[in-house]
């Protein structure tokens, strides 16, 4: 079993700054690309930032230069540091992992609950 959890949601305030973390835990071998995706009410989820296990990185055009992922891989951990919030970043957000749960060459996807994050303008 593998479980990601996140957690660092919250309600701010336009400008203002949140983190989000979300922690793998369980049955793993190695963690691949981690990254964060975020639903609006009534849009499709959609990708805002991933890393991969060497830390290359990408964002989506509406993020960049606000928002910064990061992971600690002794933790198995991905941060998501958000400042400049905007009302427009209102979401659920999601935390996504690619997982290989043994030496097997077999990955999987794995998602967290969700974290809402809220910014009032």
């Known amino acids: 079993q593998v479980q990601l959890v996140e957690s660092g949601g919250g309600l701010v305030q336009a400008g203002g700054s949140l983190t989000l973390s979300c922690a793998a835990s369980?049955?793993?071998?190695?963690?691949?690309?981690m990254g964060w995706y975020r639903q609006a009410p009534g849009k499709q989820r959609e990708l805002v930032t991933a890393i991969t296990s060497g830390g290359n990185t990408n964002y989506a055009d509406s993020v960049k230069g606000r928002f910064t992922i990061s992971r600690d891989n002794a933790k198995n951990t991905v941060y998501l540091q958000m400042n400049s919030l905007k009302p427009e970043d209102t979401a659920v957000y999601y935390c996504?992992?690619?997982?290989?749960?043994?030496?097997?060459?077999?990955?999987?996807?794995?998602w967290g609950q969700g974290t809402q994050v809220t910014v009032s303008s």
């Open positions: 369980g049955s793993i071998f190695r963690i691949n690309a």
């Open positions: 996504n992992a690619d997982i290989q749960r043994t030496w097997l060459p077999y990955r999987d996807d794995y």
